[in-house]
């Protein structure tokens, strides 16, 4: 698991996880051999999305928002912690996800919008150009605290307007839609993130099996990674990039 940070001059990896299934963490054997600390416990990887957030948001990172894919937008506990951090955040969730504050499923919901409210933006640069959706957000009635607001936010595609993805959104109460927008294409950054890791500094090319191998490769390809970032953004003068 990473954590990317993206900025308006480029993104990196800010920190890194290693997510072990039950069958490794039950077996202290098997952990053993593999120089896994004898503290480790399982944990879902929303609670290790969780850890990697509070030592960023803790160290005082300054993150505007927070975005993720539906593994971590599903978790219940990941999104109460966020708004008790007072943590604004755009995370997926599947169109089945029932929002307790419409009483409906999100699907269900933005079925009820009317063609009027879907505005065409782009969700960012892409490898051909701006990726243009239709999108729409919803305004749910959730306690929140004071000038604090949620949302449903729902991209529909262009080529087929069956196909939606769906956002649970939690933000200052003045955000517009095209900030939320923003938010949820700086997702796409992680990607970017994989493959220009993969590529420049070989974030893929270990063959280790054991606990400490693993965490001194990926955390100096990481370091590596962020570095050339910080390069990059200097010698393009800040340039702003796709998370403006």
Same mark, same amino acid.
């Given at each position: 698991?990473?954590? /990317? ?6 993104? /990196? @990896? ?19 051999? !593999?120089? %896994?600390?004898? &503290? ?8 290790? #999305? ?7 948001? &803790? /160290?005082? %990172?300054?993150? !505007? ?27 997926? $969730? ?6 307790? !504050?419409?009483? +409906?499923?999100?699907?269900? +919901? ?23 959706? &239709?999108?729409?957000? $919803?305004? =749910? ?23 939606? *993805? ?14 939320? %927008?923003?938010? #949820?294409?700086?997702?796409?950054? $992680?990607? *970017?993130? @994989? ?24 955390? =100096?390809? +990481? ?6 970032? *910080? ?14």
């Amino acid at each position: 698991m990473f954590l /990317a940070y993206a900025a308006p001059a480029g993104q /990196a @990896f800010i920190d890194r996880a290693l997510y072990l299934p039950r069958s490794w963490t039950d077996d202290p054997g098997r952990c053993q051999g !593999a120089g %896994v600390p004898a &503290d480790v416990r399982f944990a879902t990887k929303p609670q290790l #999305a969780r850890d990697l957030l509070e030592r960023a948001l &803790d /160290a005082h %990172v300054p993150a !505007a928002w927070v975005t993720a894919d539906e593994v971590y937008g599903q978790d219940p506990g990941l999104r109460g912690w966020l708004q008790e951090r007072g943590q604004p955040y755009v995370l997926a $969730i599947k169109r089945s996800e029932r929002l307790e !504050a419409a009483g +409906l499923s999100a699907e269900r +919901l933005a079925s009820q919008v009317p063609a009027e409210r879907w505005l065409r933006l782009s969700a960012g640069d892409g490898a051909k150009g701006h990726r243009f959706y &239709d999108w729409t957000h $919803i305004p =749910l009635a959730g306690s929140s605290p004071v000038g604090m607001r949620q949302w449903l936010l729902v991209r529909r595609s262009l080529r087929d307007p069956s196909e939606l *993805a769906f956002y649970t959104c939690f933000g200052p109460a003045g955000t517009s839609l095209a900030r939320l %927008v923003a938010v #949820a294409g700086c997702r796409w950054s $992680i990607e *970017a993130g @994989f493959q220009t890791a993969k590529g420049e500094v070989g974030l893929d090319h270990y063959e280790v099996r054991r606990w400490p191998g693993w965490h001194r490769h990926i955390t =100096l390809a +990481l370091l590596a990674h962020a570095f050339l970032a *910080a390069v990059r953004a200097d010698a393009t003068d800040g340039q702003r990039g796709p998370c403006s």
